[in-house]
């Protein structure tokens, strides 16, 4: 069973930055690959990013250009560097993780991008 944590979430003026941590915990024995998703009222979970364990990244085209994947294999975390935010950015962020065959989710952290 492993266990995410996602922290770093808040309210931020549009332009802005904020940088999502997810850290893993439980029994791990090698998570193959994390990522971001998020949702918005009203609308379906989308993909932001994922980062396989060697490093390899992939990116919501929204995103590119704004947000940077990154990950501590040796701390099994993830992390999200959210720049040039936009009011359209806002919503739950989760992080997921493969291990094993199975998916793994925090509960989530709630951004918002607002004047």
């Known amino acids: 069973q492993v266990r995410l944590v996602e922290s770093g979430g808040g309210l931020v003026q549009p332009g802005g930055s904020l940088r999502l941590s997810c850290a893993a915990s439980?029994?791990?024995?090698?998570?193959?690959?994390m990522g971001w998703y998020r949702q918005a009222p009203g609308n379906q979970r989308e993909l932001v990013a994922t980062?396989?364990?060697?490093?390899?990244?992939g990116y919501a085209d929204s995103v590119k250009g704004r947000f940077t994947i990154s990950r501590d294999n040796a701390k099994n975390t993830v992390f999200l560097q959210m720049n040039s935010l936009k009011p359209e950015d806002t919503a739950v962020y989760s992080c997921?993780?493969?291990?094993?065959?199975?998916?793994?989710w925090g509960q989530g952290t709630q951004v918002t991008v607002s004047s």
């Open positions: 439980g029994i791990i024995f090698s998570i193959d690959v």
């Open positions: 997921n993780a493969l291990q094993g065959g199975t998916w793994y």
């Open positions: 980062i396989t364990s060697g490093g390899r990244t």
